[in-house]
């Protein structure tokens, strides 16, 4: 089956620094990812959609210039956090879908959490 | 993209069977049912997905009725390792944006 990866799994950071998240497509090219957020015992949030060599569209309240997010490849997405803070610390998973493939048809990566001290 | 309900949590025991339902009153034409499991700090699982009447695979089987107002996941004996979070969503047809909902909380006992 489609496999997705991510990368880190877990990262520490400073406040006011920035974090890199990747998010790869192992076996088969994406060209539609998504990134979502998820807080302890809450349901996943749909951050932003990505598509390959255009910019990526994000939902309502999703500050672009905070949560960078490149789609350079068709099996690479990256959402940068810059100026993180302890409320950016959150769970932050990617999915992705291959063309060819109905539009509900996604493939989830492992997740990263994320903790901003 | 159309809201959906699910209850909140459910217990269960050990080989019995789990039917969990989902409404979804406003769903359009071109939108397929599909459901996810999540195991604590892990990424969504493609349980089973569909359009109408019944669905089956190796895992589980999706109920959906003529009006495709609701679904019902059925999920034969469960075990412990059932013990998830299973997410009901429907969409992404078009736009591939898959919007998820408080999901339902399945407790599995011995």
């Known amino acids: 089956g489609a496999v997705v990866s991510q990368h880190p799994s877990w990262v520490i950071c400073k406040s006011g620094t920035s974090v890199k998240i990747e998010c790869r497509s192992l076996?088969?090219?994406?060209?539609?990812m998504f990134w979502y957020r998820q807080f302890p015992k809450q349901s996943l949030m749909l951050m932003a959609t990505s598509n390959e060599g255009s910019k990526a569209t994000y939902e309502q309240g999703v500050e672009k210039d905070k949560f960078l997010i490149n789609h350079a490849s068709l099996t690479l997405s990256t959402l940068t956090v810059t100026s993180a803070h302890p409320e950016d610390s959150s769970f932050y998973i990617c999915?992705?879908?291959?063309?060819?493939?109905?539009?509900?048809?996604?493939?989830f990566g492992p997740g990263t959490r994320l903790t901003v001290t | 993209l159309a809201k959906t309900t699910q209850p909140i949590s459910m217990d269960s025991y050990e080989g019995q069977e789990v039917n969990i339902t989902c409404s979804h009153n406003n769903i359009a034409t071109n939108d397929y049912i599909t459901w996810y499991q999540q195991f604590p700090s892990q990424g969504p699982r493609f349980i089973i997905q569909?359009?109408?009447t019944k669905v089956t695979n190796e895992v589980a089987s999706l109920f959906i009725p003529a009006d495709r107002k609701s679904s019902t996941l059925s999920l034969p004996r469960v075990s412990l390792s059932d013990t998830a979070v299973y997410y009901c969503l429907v969409g992404g047809s078009n736009t591939g944006k898959l919007i998820f909902g408080q999901g339902t909380t399945l407790q599995v006992k011995p």
């Open positions: 999915s992705a879908r291959a063309p060819g493939l109905a539009a509900h048809e996604q493939y």
């Open positions: 569909g359009y109408k």
């Open positions: 076996d088969f090219q994406a060209t539609t």
